[in-house]
């Protein structure tokens, strides 16, 4: 791979870059005086910043350099992840279910759970969810360490070593408030880093129309039919017909549903930044805000990707090959900065990328100490400490995710795809969770054992699932096909997760219903108000401007989706 040689002025930008995330986090530290501080920002963030963390916490290197990645693997379908498996969610956490959960006064999401359900659900959630956090802050960290190895010549250890003990140190010192103003610095800088990269790789090829005609090529030369890696919708009949072996279901009800709100309507990653503004208007709108630019976020992130494999198919090899003998994909980002990038770009594009890992570490690290601190050690550990100890052990189980991301770091190596590895956590934790959301805010009958039982059936039948179901050309492990006999062979690792999560979901929402159904409640309607639906008051927004109220807004950003999808079908 072409070596990238920094000049004095990358490392100067780069050394401004964290001298600033540092400096954010030891002039904020002084305002941290509470748990709620630390955990919450003291719910004191105004909109506009709770929405650009919002999107931020969610452009880890799963974003960046996973979306980039898919780019060149699957191609334009891989716009779906935004307009098909993230707006519409937005839309719908902002709207319906920002006011359960910032209305409750709950400090996370499992703390939600035990509101309305019971203490063992709330258990198992925060058990699952802080091994999600764990592995997706794991993701970062290895993405991080393989671009400083691979680009720069540092070893892989020095390199999770740095990137550890800064995130370590701006989270320990401000706790979440340092995360939400570092992920708003970062989200600029992964404007400003990645916008020159997507323009001199588009006059490249020469432009939209001399890209899709190189990636006809692309298509054509791995069996498809010309515009399969250009067009979004237009091949999902069949799902031999697309990259991403995926047909028109799997990819509305696996990801369009399943996946997509099952990630943004409970995973507490996002949802904590939405519960740290300032009021519950703004808190509704934090997510709808953050709705904007993700939109137009393929543009950034999806078009190097696909940019890199029509230069590797035409151009001769620009990708390196893996161990696999199929193109390193996660290394498309990388490989164009050092084709394209000159002095100056070059440390701005390599300082939006660490941004970007250090991004998704620190919120995966906030979300993961806030939930085991209050759900697992207040809960069952040490109940009845003071704040002052709690917010110790926040520190503590700050140290402690860190720790556990660079060991997750090491099992990502396994995937040529870190979106592939990703995707199927979500598909384990987050499907059966939403079910038991769903029914949960809508459905008032459903009770604490349906709830508690059908997120062990859901997360199980997950687990049958992947350890029956193989994607073509894997080996048996991780990838699944462990349970010694595959009964059906997927073309691609992707469409292998989201059926995961499709029999994840069904399984637990058939049978949270059934066994709620043959259980006693253990709320009544009075436990209960203020989260279900049913039994919530109604908020009214009519005082408000119509550009400041939530629906308006909904229907807007669903506006501009539809105008997309329509365009890029």
């Not at 802080?130 to 070893?155: D, N, P, Q, R």
């Amino acid at each position: 791979m072409q070596q990238i040689h920094l000049g004095g002025i990358d490392y100067a930008i780069l050394i401004v870059y964290f001298a600033f995330v540092l400096g954010i986090g030891w002039v904020l530290r002084r305002y941290v005086r509470s748990s709620e501080d630390f955990f919450l920002s003291g719910r004191s963030i105004p909109a506009w910043i709770a929405g650009l963390a919002f999107i931020s916490a969610n452009l880890g290197a799963q974003e960046v350099i996973g979306m980039a990645a898919s780019g060149a693997k699957y191609g334009m379908m891989t716009s779906h992840f935004y307009w098909v498996g993230a707006i519409p969610a937005m839309v719908f956490v902002g709207i319906f279910m920002m006011p359960f959960y910032y209305g409750s006064r709950a400090r996370s999401v499992p703390e939600y759970l035990k509101l309305r359900f019971d203490e063992k659900t709330r258990g198992f959630n925060a058990i699952t969810f802080a091994v999600m956090t764990v592995f997706s802050s794991g993701i970062s960290m290895y993405a991080l360490a393989k671009l400083l190895e691979l680009v720069l010549g540092w070893s892989f250890h020095t390199s999770v070593v740095l990137s550890a003990v800064v995130v370590l140190a701006y989270i320990f010192l401000g706790g979440l408030t340092s995360a939400i103003y570092n992920e708003v610095l970062q989200f600029f800088l992964i404007v400003l880093g990645f916008l020159p990269l997507v323009l001199l790789g588009l006059r490249d090829v020469g432009g939209w129309d001399g890209l899709t005609a190189k990636l006809d090529t692309v298509a054509t030369n791995a069996g498809y039919a010309a515009g399969a890696w250009s067009d979004s919708w237009r091949h999902l009949d069949a799902a031999s017909a697309n990259p991403m072996g995926v047909e028109w279901f799997g990819m509305a009800m696996g990801l369009g549903f399943v996946l997509s709100f099952g990630y943004w309507c409970t995973d507490f990653l996002v949802v904590q930044r939405a519960m740290a503004a300032d009021s519950m208007t703004a808190a509704r709108r934090t997510p709808l805000i953050a709705a904007f630019p993700k939109m137009l976020f393929p543009a950034l992130v999806i078009l190097p990707g696909m940019i890199a494999i029509a230069l590797h198919e035409t151009g001769g090899g620009l990708l390196p090959i893996g161990s696999d003998g199929t193109p390193n994909y996660n290394l498309a980002v990388p490989v164009m900065l050092a084709h394209y990038l000159p002095s100056g770009l070059l440390g701005l594009g390599l300082t939006a990328l660490m941004a970007s890992f250090m991004s998704g570490m620190a919120g995966n690290v906030t979300a993961f100490n806030t939930v085991w601190t209050f759900d697992i050690y207040q809960s069952y550990i040490r109940p009845g400490q003071p704040d002052r100890h709690y917010l110790r052990m926040g520190h503590v189980a700050t140290v402690v995710g860190i720790l556990l991301s660079v060991a997750a770091a090491y099992a990502t190596t396994r995937f040529n795809n870190i979106m592939d590895m990703l995707q199927l956590v979500f598909a384990f934790v987050n499907a059966p969770l939403f079910a038991t959301f769903l029914l949960g805010m809508f459905w008032r009958r459903a009770t604490g054992h349906g709830a508690f039982f059908g997120l062990l059936i859901g997360t199980a039948a997950a687990a049958i699932h992947h350890g029956l179901a193989l994607s073509q050309g894997a080996a048996p492990g991780l990838k699944g096909g462990f349970l010694g006999t595959v009964l059906h062979t997927y073309p691609s690792e992707m469409a292998q997760n989201f059926w995961t999560a499709i029999f994840a979901w069904s399984a637990c929402f058939v049978a949270t219903i059934v066994i709620s159904l043959v259980t006693a409640r253990n709320k009544s309607d009075d436990d209960l108000k203020g989260l279900v639906y049913a039994l919530t008051p109604r908020l009214t927004d009519r005082e408000l401007p119509w550009y400041k109220r939530p629906a308006t807004l909904g229907v807007v950003v669903l506006g501009f989706t539809l105008v997309l999808n329509v365009i890029f079908w």
